[in-house]
């Protein structure tokens, strides 16, 4: 990499003839070597964590585990991490609910009615800055927006979520619905259908296996978040249903207050609540792949 | 169906425009979200860059309980972390990338590329909580010390080394940008017609030289993109940094020293801070998203740029 | 058909309704917000605790009823969670909430009056006190609760006894000693292997009163460390890896080889984490341990206003760095019933929740200095 030559075009004349063909040969050897210890490099990781989760994670998993909250000292034995799973079953729901509409509509716009138009191509070109907002920045927002207002909650949690989530949503539907195919519009307008009903009944459906694979990765990707969540949610020891007015935990708030305490106890719920966790996202983003690759053979 | 009955009555016409309404009110409320979010935290944050003026940024000096606010060790620390992220992940997903791209039998990509794709979908505090306890322990501390010993002359490896220093954080930030950088510049790759490859192999190139020749210059523009992708995510990055960068409020040279980031000291002290302190955090907020959104925006100019090609 | 012309209208009319929700962002941003709610603001953590350790022995003949709120110092948290739960045990119309926020936050909450009690390790300054008495109309008192040890716990394989005298303390968080097996730790601790290892400081890097004992200590015994560093509850640390509260402290020297750190006695213990024996100001080395701590406050004098240090105490047996914790009340508050069930609380914490302080590793207070406190207590009164 060190050297990329200028010019995108195959040399047609000179190819290093210069140099011994001994050399080249090695300077080959030498940079497959280089590309497999970088693949090497790059699975050890992945077979350290899915092990390490697993191993550790079990030891402590057990029906307790995922049917109680808390104790209220990360001392206590017992107890587990029911009051994260169910603050985040209930704030990515949430945030499932208010950002899949949205998402899908706004790509909708994008796709559908704003080709040429300026305000389409300003919402493309902010939705992918909202991409790379921060997450812990997406988390400051809401604080300073609702929480001010209205406290720490699971409605801000979810709030954060789905900022988060909607622009992976409005990106990966956008790129489903510029690949059905025209025909089949013209097909529905030629039966008399108006354009809400066309997308309505014609090009969400079709598009339907690669946009639920992008929203199940948004999914994933909201139930892993912690920083957010730490600025809206907040986090709390006990188990709650409360969607305002109280604080509510997360798995990975739980699993990051176990990450920073020196309790035997506390250390082995995190273990436990990661391997929970990455069951959780590991499931939506497998799930994810697996409709995507469908869809695409039936394409 | 019923859609001509509707469309002679006038309601297809209405449900059409209020559907087109919907949408576009759908799309533009992205674009409220993101203004409002830059008015609200400013705001927010406002009488704390009022009161710390310049120093705000130009100052190391944290301490909130006497009310000062200087936040340049923590941009410091973001940005030294994301270069060590950098220096590491980029040539690991070149390698990979390539692998993928180039080199691997068609079963094995899909393993591989499967595995890559599973280490982008680890949550980040999956990566913290496995870095303090496997990581620091195996890896990082052994290497901090190696290099404290041997390299110790260089400023940038004095000791006392720590494992939980810029360079745990810059690790661990490696290989949560490593899937990302390789995924982009796999697609990359993936574009240089086979025509180009054949065309080397055919001048009688090594497969070395027909990746230096025929696809690496290609895809200059969409690696340098997907490296900055790669910074902007590392620069945000949160809870996995908070664990691992040792939270020390001081600028030192030494990358095996503790440090502290934006991001980071915005996660850890959240919870205790009351009042300027809050305002103080939001404030760093608005700063790492200035950050951010200047590198992701070059870098989606860049891939845009490359897309058009 | 107009269909572009329809298209360029809703664009502009959407443009209008962007630029109108911005102005009115802008509007309300600016003049919202002054207030910011914060983690210790809310009902965080266990407020309403129940323990498992004994039952409350009923100190109130009338059935008290009242809702309390206390935020402050983290040091005394788990004990005061406990203290709370079995009061509310024997009193279930008493809700006490204590948010452990650290001891700066305690001070300022209680000057605001946002709480009805505040907690902190180190007792206020005069202007705090001028301040809070501005705002609260009344006189503040410093009830004294415990005493708690800050102990330095460390990281060394295979090493159970370390011995470090207050020269070499200081020289190491100020960074001059930076591998183990420096001359002056090999001097302190003949036959004892020490590791070619560098020396990983921890310290707390939020606000915390146990911050304030340590480097109150170290002002004590060190004038480089009086004039580089100093004492407060957070200091510019010249070396060292931050943790958030004493927990975090706890856990980077765990996770941390070759580190040492400060933390409460109680954190050191139940990580099982080792700790070092301490050269006390009577020059013999000792252990840290409930006993111990006790022994530091030992022939004290203290004020009438019970702003007291027991640091460097000059005990045979005590060890050196030992800070009381307070609870700051008014003399005169609002509603009769807050005030009768805070004196019982208080009361009864100091009487029948010795017990649970010694199980947690706190010393309670000496007899003579629960005397001096209860009077205090009793002296509070409703306006």
Known sequence: MDRWAGSRIVPGVCLRECKPARRRVWRNRRNTTLVLLAVGLTLIPVIMILYQITARGIATMDWEFLTSSMPFSFRREGGGFLNGLVGTAIMVGLASAISIPLGILAAVYIVEYGKRNWLAKLIRFFSDVMAGVPSVFVGLFVYTALVIQFGFGALMGAASLAIIMLPIIVRSTEEMLKLVPHELKDASYALGAAKWQTIMRVILPSAAPGISTGVMLAVGRAAGETAPLILTALGSYQLTAKLWGAPMSSLTLAIFDGARNPFAAGQARAWAGALELLIIVLVFTVVARVVASRSRISR | MSARSWQRKGVGRKADSLFAIMAALSGVLILLVLAYMVISTTATALPVFGSQGISFIAGSEWSPSNGQFGILAFIYGTVVTSVIALVIAVPLSLGVSLFLTEYSPRRLRGIIGYAVDLLAAVPSVIYGLWGVFILLPLFLQPTADFLSDNLGFIPIFKGPASGLSYFGAGVILAIMITPIITSLCREVFDTVPNADRQAAYALGATKWEMIRQAVLPRGRAGVVGATMLGLGRALGETIAVALLIGSSVKVDTSVLSPGYSMAAVIANQFQEATGDHIRALVGIGVVLFGLTIIINMGARALVWRFNRV | ?383
């Open chain 3, 1 to 383: 058909m107009t269909e572009k012309s329809g298209r360029k209208r809703l664009a502009a009319f959407l443009a209008v309704a962007l630029l109108l929700v911005v102005v009115s962002g802008i509007v309300a941003a600016g003049c919202g917000g002054s207030d910011l709610p914060s983690a210790g603001g809310t009902d965080t953590t266990a407020s309403t605790a129940t323990s498992t350790t004994g039952v409350a022995t009923s100190t109130s003949e009338a059935t008290l009823s009242a809702n309390l709120n206390g935020a402050g110092a983290t040091f005394p948290e788990p004990l005061y969670v406990e203290w709370i739960g079995e009061f509310q045990i024997a009193n279930p119309d008493v809700t006490i909430n204590y948010q452990g926020i650290g001891s700066g936050g305690g001070i300022e909450q209680f000057t605001k009056l946002t709480v009805d009690f505040g907690a902190s390790d180190a007792p206020m300054k005069d202007e705090e006190i001028t301040a809070a008495e501005a705002a609260g109309g009344a006189k503040v008192l410093h009830i004294p609760t415990v005493f708690g040890a800050v102990v330095l716990a460390y990281n060394l394989d295979g090493i159970d006894e370390l011995k470090l005298d207050p020269d070499t303390l200081a020289a190491i968080f100020l960074g001059s000693i930076t591998r183990w097996n420096d001359a002056k730790i090999i001097a302190l601790n003949p036959g004892v292997t020490l590791p070619d290892k560098s020396i990983q400081v921890v310290h707390r890097s939020d606000s915390s009163g146990t911050t304030n004992i340590f480097t109150g200590y170290l002002t004590q015994i060190s004038t480089e460390w009086a004039n580089k560093v100093g004492k407060g509850k957070e200091v510019q640390w010249p070396v060292g890896i931050g943790g958030q509260g004493n927990d975090g402290v706890a856990a980077v020297v765990q996770q941390q080889a070759g580190s040492i750190g400060y933390v409460e006695l109680s954190y050191a213990t139940e990580s099982g984490l080792a700790m070092t024996i301490l050269k006390n100001k009577a020059g013999n080395f000792v252990t840290p341990s409930l006993e111990s701590t006790s022994a530091a406050a030992v022939g004290v004098t203290f004020p009438d206003d019970l702003r007291f240090s027991v640091s460097n105490s000059d005990g045979a047996q005590a060890y050196p760095i030992v800070g009381a914790t307070w609870i700051l009340v008014f003399e005169k508050m609002k509603g009769a019933a807050e005030v009768e069930a805070l004196k019982a609380w208080l009361t009864w914490s100091l009487n029948g929740g010795t017990a649970i302080a010694q199980e947690l590793g706190y010393a309670p207070l000496s007899e003579e200095l629960k005397a001096l406190t209860l009077a205090k207590i009793d002296s509070i009164s409703s306006f």
